[in-house]
């Protein structure tokens, strides 16, 4: 503990004497400090016991001492040393009174003691106040460390929330919590994923503050520290307390942090390679070797190889950002979270992932691409906008021998999704599907006007309606007389027209392929 007041006038060598203030000896001081001056509050930073023999102070005007004291204690002062028997024989009533007023400690320094005395008092319970906080804090350490190689981030997350008499919990990449100590506090630390979003959104290693008893919410202050070296966060601290962290506090705090850090940048390296031993796992797939594939991964992957797993492809359709980054986060989040097994594989551009069929990295995909969508469809502009910039295809469910097969599929719909402005498409959605909803490519309704423009220019002049009987014909599968009756016409008129469709356009209804392409172009142009 720092020296107090009360301390002081404990201090058996100082024989100070309280004269005003005794329900305030309990204020930390920070520092004494000798000052004759009529003003000395410019000079002031808070938390000092000013001494004073009232050299230059009218100390018997009562006006005079009021506003005095009430300028000390407006800076900060802690108390006030009043030497007697130097300039005063005792200390004069009228200051008296301001201090007991204004309710700030008034100490009596009899003439035997000096200030320099005080002074070295204060100085040296300060130092042994720092020392206690060192040597606390070394301890701590070497506890936090203890804990971090012998029980891992719960020990070390245990031993912090004792050094600190308060909570803790760890977060993953994706503000999910991964452990917290006591128990309860996982409930409380879940609550503050705003504010981690906020923190994630700022280089590391970055700390933010909430909480405390300026918010009616939370009676706790919490300190939020991202964890890492890179760009975007691996992992982040909160550390909740009933006040401020002193000093010994403090250095636990930073140990930990500094431990949690070495162990996310191991854990970044071992990463890495597993990224690299699941790209040659990859390579095998898609070559057609699943028995080599089974046997570099090993148990890296689990079961993952031998069920039903799916295959994403996911590309950033801009420049800028790390959108797939922020993928790769979500999904190997929820993977650890399940328990399961995932492979991701940055592949240039791309980002491919096997994840297991109704498991819950390809569920965090789903929900994670709903979220853009969502975002899209209100406008919302998300801080920094590189989510925004992703589209993902999802292929069927897959095994080992047709993992090339499901690459493909994944492909695929990543190129509808494109087309489409969608974040995310399924294979399975284009097999049950329409193929008319792919007619809505700016290419194809290019392709489409072209070839029908020729028809629309002479329907312009009020020369026939060609466009619609030719519609009518193919709709009838080229049954003359129920095309003619459905545009009312007689069946030489409509034989009549479709010549001339021939002869505008220099090609042959009597080809299937010529048949299928006018009626895709009509459905391109006119869908209804």
Not at 192 to 207: C, F, I, N
Not at 216 to 245: C, F, K, N, Q
Request: with cysteine; hydrophobic share 45%; aromatic share 4%.
């Amino acid at each position: 503990m720092p020296p107090t007041l009360a301390s002081l006038v404990h201090h058996s060598a100082l024989k100070l004497t309280v004269r005003a203030g005794e329900d305030r000896l309990d204020v930390p001081v920070r520092w004494a400090h000798v000052s004759e001056l009529a003003d000395p509050v410019p000079y002031m930073e808070g938390g000092e016991l000013l001494l004073i023999t009232a050299l230059k102070l009218d100390a018997e005007d009562p006006e005079a001492m009021r506003r005095y004291v009430k300028r000390l204690a407006g800076a900060g002062v802690v108390g006030l040393g009043f030497a007697v028997g130097v300039n005063y024989e005792e200390i004069p009533k009228a200051l008296v009174d301001a201090a007991q007023e204004a309710g700030l400690p008034l100490l009596e320094v009899p003439r035997r003691t000096p200030f320099l005395a005080i002074s070295k008092a204060v100085s040296a319970a300060i130092a042994a106040d720092q020392y206690r906080a060192v040597t606390a804090g070394f301890a701590a350490q070497r506890e936090l460390t203890r804990q971090a190689l012998t029980a891992g981030p719960e020990g070390l997350l245990a031993a912090l929330s004792a050094q600190v008499d308060g909570w803790a919990a760890l977060y993953d990449a994706s503000g999910a919590v991964v452990a917290a100590a006591p128990e309860w506090a996982g409930r409380r630390a879940a609550r503050l994923t705003a504010d981690l979003e906020r923190l994630r959104d700022r280089p590391a290693p970055a700390s933010a503050v909430v909480g405390g008893p300026e918010h009616s919410d939370h009676d706790d202050r919490v300190e939020l520290h991202s964890l890492g070296t890179g760009r975007r966060p691996r992992a982040a601290l909160a550390v909740g307390t009933a006040s401020v962290l002193g000093t010994a506090e403090r250095y636990a705090v930073h140990s930990a942090i500094a431990l949690l850090t070495l162990t996310t940048e191991r854990s970044r390296s071992l990463h890495a390679a597993e990224q690299r031993i699941g790209a040659a796992v990859l390579r095998m797939l898609l070559a057609g070797e699943p028995d080599h594939a089974r046997a570099v991964a090993g148990d890296l992957y689990g079961g993952l190889l031998d069920a039903p797993f799916r295959v994403l492809v996911a590309e950033a359709t801009h420049e800028g950002g790390d959108p797939l980054g922020g993928l790769a986060e979500v999904v190997e989040s929820a993977a650890a979270r399940a328990g399961e097994a995932v492979l991701v594989v940055p592949e240039g551009q791309r980002l491919v992932v096997l994840g297991a069929d109704g498991g819950q990295a390809v569920r965090a995909c789903g929900q994670h691409a709903t979220a853009l969508e969502q975002t899209r469809t209100t406008g919302t502009v998300r801080e920094g906008g590189e989510e925004d910039d992703l589209v993902v295809g999802l292929s069927a469910p897959s095994g080992p021998i047709t993992a090339a097969t499901a690459y493909k599929q994944a492909e695929q719909a990543l190129s509808v999704a494109r087309r489409r402005g969608r974040v995310l498409v399924e294979h399975e959605q284009l097999a049950t599907g329409s193929v008319l909803p792919l007619l809505a490519d700016d290419a194809v309704k290019a392709f489409a006007d072209g070839l029908l423009r020729a028809l629309r220019d002479h329907d312009a002049t009020g020369r026939g309606d060609l466009v619609a009987s030719l519609r009518a014909w193919l709709s009838r599968h080229g049954q003359w007389d129920a095309a003619a009756a459905d545009l009312g016409v007689h069946r030489h008129t409509l034989r009549y027209r479709m010549r001339r469709v021939e002869e505008i356009l220099g090609r042959s209804l009597d080809d299937p392929d010529v048949r299928m392409e006018l009626w895709l172009a009509l459905k391109a142009t006119s869908p209804e």
